[in-house]
Every structure is written in C-alpha cells, then in structure tokens.
C-alpha cells in the first residue's frame, strides 16, 4: 500500500478522491500496489464526507510524511502551488497535476528538480483533461520527427463557437449558455481570451520540441470580438471557426507558437470537434497525422488522467520517467508573422465594393469573394491567396476601405 | 549503443529500417541510448541497399547473438513468426511486433514468457498501425473502469464503404479501385471479410478487460453483402455504413466481442472517419468518451509505431513494461445474440408494402420507415425500436415477406 496526499479538494481534487477510492480494485491490480489517500489539504472544511478524517490545513503534515510517496497538486494557481510542489520534490516526492499554468510557467524548472531527487512530476491532465495527449507524443510517437501540433484545447470557447456556429447565436448569448450551464467561469476571461488554451499550447509544444516555450510571449487572439457576421463567411467558404492553439516547425528549424481564432474547412479533422470537447492533432514524419479526441475538462475525465499519473508514480517509485524539455535562454521561437497564411478579410469599403475588389485583386492577384444573408452594400469578404502574414496585413492597409475582421484559414 | 535486428523486410520491415537510419540523432536522444540495426532476416536478397550488408537468411544467428537485445518481428503470419517470437524471448531478448494474428492468437502465452524472463513483448502496431492506441489504453486510461470499445480498425474496408457512401459506388467497383490504388491486396479477403478487424478487436477487448479472446471464436462479419440500396436507406437515417469491431462488457461483468458492418449516425464520432484512416472509440467511467484517429496501416505509419516499441524497449532493457492479461481458460463471453439493439430491416414483402408495415407494427411497436430512390414497389425498409438482436430476429420471420438484409445500429 503506497500513502498519497491530494492538494485540493475542488472539482478536479473531489474527483481524484471519488475514482480512486470507486475503482480501488482496479487501481490496485494495475499499479501492482494498493494505493491509500492518506491526506487532503484543503482550507475549507468538508464534513459529512465518508473521507472527512483525511483533511488537514496544514502542508507540512504531509510535506514531512516520508510514508508519502506520491501528492496530486490539484489546486491549481501559480502560488503557492510553485511553492509546494518544488518543496515536495525536493523531500523526495513525485508530484503530479493537472494545474497548466504550473507546469507552463514553471516545467522545466520543476523537470529538472524531479530528475536530480530520482522522482517524477507528471502533468498529463494539464492538457486535454482526460485525453491521453502528452504520453503518447512522448512514448508513442518517439520514432517521429514532429513537426506540428494543432488544438481545440479549451472547451468552453469550442463551446461557445460551436454554438455560434450551429444556433447563429451572438457570443454574448453563447457565453451567458456557457456560463448557464457551468461551462464558462464567472469570470471567464483565462478562456475567451485564450489563456488557457496558450499555456496547453506551450505544455505541447515544448514535448513535441523539447524546448521551453513561455506562454507569456505567445501571441494570443480570443475568441470576443468574432460575430455572426465572421461565422456565416466562413460558412459560405465550407468553414467551421475554432479557437486554435498551434506549434509549427518552421523550415530554418525555429517555431512558431500561435492562439488564435481560425477558419477550419470542414474537411479539416478538428472541425468536427464540437461542444465542449477537445482534441489534438499531430503530424510526424512517419506517422503522419494522429489525432486525439475527448472530454477536456470536467470533474471526473481531469481526475482520469492524475490518477493515471498516480498510477505510473506508484509502479515507478523508484524509477524516473522520461518527460523533459530543454530550459533555453536563447530564444528559438520565430515572428508568427512571418508564417505563409491565406485569410479572410473583411472590409467596409469607402465608395463600393467593386472599387475594393479590384483593388484586393491588384494586389493579391486571384481573390474569392464570400457572402452571407444580409450583406451590406459597402461591405465584401474574400479570401487571400497564401502569402506571409505581415506582408498580407501591410498590403490590405492599401485597401479603399477599412478592415472590419481577418481571420487566417487553418492549414 | 544498442545492437537490434529486423525479421521481415517487407513493407513494414523496410520501413523500420528507413525511420531507424533517418530519425537515428533523435531516437538516440529519446531512448538515451544508440540503436544499431545489426541483423535483417529475409530469405529475399536485397542488393543495393545501403544496408545490404546487414542481411542474413539465419534466423539463429540473431537468437545466438548475445549483443542483440531487441527484434522487430515484422513478418507477419502465424509461422514461424511464433517460433521465433518464443524462442528470442526465452533467450531473453525483447521482441516489439506489428503482428495481430500472432498477438490475437497467442498473445497471452508469449507475454507470460517475456515476463518469466524478464523482456518485453510489445505491440502497438498491431492495432491501428501507427495511432497511439495501445498504450493511451493501458497506461493513460489506468484510473478508469473501461466498459466498451468500438473501432473502425481495418483501412481497406474502410476506403471501400467510403467509396460507396459518398460515390455511390458497387462494393465491386470500390474494391476495384482499392486494389488499383494498392490499398486493398490481391487476394482481399482477410479484410473484407472481417478478419483482419477481429484481431485486432479481440487484442483490444484483452487490454481493456484484461482477459485473452480467442479470435476463433469470434462472430465476424464483413462487408461484402452491403449493397447500394443499403448505404441510400443509411443515408436517409441519417447515417453511413461502417466495418466496426465492437468489445463490450455487460451487466453481468461478462462481455461480448463482434465485427461487423452498422449503420453509425452521422453525429456519432466514428461516422466522420472516412477513407484508409482508422478510429478507436474507448468509453470509461471516469473519462467518458475517448477516440484516438490516424493512419491504420501503411508502411512509415506503421515502423512509427514499431520503432517507438524499440525505443521504449531500448530505455527499459531489464524493465519489464506493463502490458499482460489473463489467459482464461472459462469462457468470459457471452452471446452477442443477447444483446439490445436496434436493427435497420430490408423485406421484400410478399404482397405489398403496407402489409409489412402493419405487422412490423404489431410486431415491434413504432418502426421507422426509409426510403430510397428507384425503391420497389415491393420492398420496404424500416428501423426496429431496442431490443435483444435474438428476439428482434425470431420476430423477423413473421413477418409478410422476405428480410433481404438487416444492418445493426451502432449506440
């Protein structure tokens, strides 16, 4: 019997409780060792639970427990989960969490104190909730050179499109569903603005690279500013929008790291991912594409993957595991804007819209001009032949109207 | 640096060789450890290569070669890749394979041995070549209660009800065209008939419930009776037509294993999967719905997951890996014929439609009548309400006419 701690007793914390101790058996015969929750920490009290006696308030109940062997971090937060985590890998504990922003932040670091005490910090909920991403980049697809990652990696913003998209429904009304129906926070700022989804984006990319990405340099698009008007373009052009978190390889051997809003075709394997589910697409050398599909979020599907990790800690107590990346100082991320794009652009032109579109064609030579219900009679949207971002936003400045929307069309 | 050999220089073994020369600074990287391709078994000579050398038609100079501590068997077939596979295993050498005949027949057997001695047997490209499938099972999902896994597994037949559904093409001509293209081989019957998809879902029920199914005994249908007229009353369900391999645990704790042909609803996540790719559908209690989706087979997609089996080997040379079920000697399935289903019915009536209608309705309670273009006079296609496929069946019989086809519904 191996003694646990779990830090946080929320959703995803209340959730690690309830599959362990349901599947108890099973967890059991899996990790060849029983496995017991010796502690939760928690500041608030819980009574009535049938595991109310486990609480404690106090960390270093369990921080100098050496019958601890493996602690879920589920609080989520920079601090003091930072904090905890490299004090109990530093005592000699494996760690594992669901808390992206942690591992975004701060990975390498935490990484590399695991590696010197022999002892793992494994974070497969961070990304994808339940999905298992993370493992099978690193171990399944180790014969692949793996060029890109692609993701709907927040599912209350896929959500929201996806409502958009089906119902015609305004963001404001998606998000007040959103919210309705507990899918969007009070204050759902980390989600619509891309938060979430950048720092998952960064956890990807850093595996799939082996470099540290900081999320706090990624450029980052949300989701508010698209309307019903964006959406019917797009389906004019065959397109679904999603909010994309995208790693790219680019061909001098430097990254590109991008959130943003794009136009998926509906051909396109991640358009077909709708509500609140996820799914991550990678391409390797050898594999081709692989692409990895369920609930991101969630109380029990988030509790799969850490105990899954608490499963692998306790089969490899003494073992390392294989995750790491690289801390870089040097920068080895390149200008997103260089990257070659096609776009959809809409524009309120200044006397008509044939005065625009021969213009549009002038420049970008062959265009194809969308429509939807309801155009106004000054407004035209097209899409762009590939070119590089920036060169494509510097020509449109020469445009006789003004820019409403560009979209980028995803690959 | 670390000494392998390669048994099979086919498509699959060819293509082992190419990721492990092209991917070498990588692999080393990721395995922390060289991989040195010493041997290639083939009674074929292969002049010209640049590994030419490496070739050797002995099998017992690879089994007598302490140096070497890992094979890729990729030679398929039952014999002798099975005496191979048991005796490089008892002489203490892991072997990784892509071969499911071998792993669905004799899979617990070999996997005893290598873990009396102490080596790994593995296979994750045995099932949805180069998808990470197996593994994201067994490790990632550790924390759940897995209660059912359906998969569209086999590439061929997949290409071909592609073919049909969206061309309205003749299984004959589709198959025409698959075998033109290379995607279907010469003599296809291990795929349209079903075969090839029961491997591989009997070595997915083993994993998720932990016990050997003989694929022997497995109810296998193919594809080959699927008419036009079907995918057109598919179509006005709101349907496609898909080979599905399906393991499902009861209520009673034992479970049912089939192959067959369904109708899938197009909002359902494996309608989606069109053409060569291949899709597994995993449901646990924790993590609810799970698919991982990618090239089934192919020659790079496929060394992919070989290779990746090396690597893993390569970093755990006196580790056992995880992977094992129980070969059981009672029978732990049950009757698929028991379980509730909905059926898609085809009757050519004796004397009119409406008669069969009416006593369809007696019969079964609502139906729900298809329809289709050029439909005869005399022929009436309906979908039955839920019920015990042995009971739904017995009650076809008394019906006014003759049932042409049934199609089972996929949930």
Redesign the interface.
Known sequence: MVDIAIMGHGVVGS?VAE??L??AD??E???KNGVNIKYILDLREFPGLSYSEKFTKDFNVILNDPEVRVVAEVMGGLHPAYEFTKALLEAGKSVVTSNKELVAEKGSELLKIAEEKNVNYLF?ASVGG???VL??I????????IFEVQGILNGTTNYIMTQMVTKGVSFEEALAEAQRLGYAEKDPTADIEGHDACRKICILAALAF?KHVNPNIIHTEGITKITSADTQYADFAGCVIKLIGRAKRTEDGKCFVTVYPAMVSRKH?LA?VDDVFNAVLVR????????????GA?K??T??????D???CV?HLD?RK?LSWEHVEDDFLTDYREATVKMCVRVKANECRESVKAEAEKLFGEILVLGRNGEPQDEIAFITPYAAEKSLLSQLEKLPGTVISTLRILD
Chains 1, 2 share one sequence.
């Not at 509790?303 to 899954?308: E, G, P, T, Y």
């Open positions: 959730g599959v362990v349901k599947n099973l967890i015969a899996r990790a497969e339940g999905i298992p493992r099978p690193v171990q399944c697809l180790a014969a692949n050179d082996g394997q077909q390797g050398d050898a594999v081709g594409d692989v692409m990895f599909y369920g609930r969630g029990l599907p509790a799969s993957a850490v105990v899954a608490i499963v692998d089969k073992a294989y």
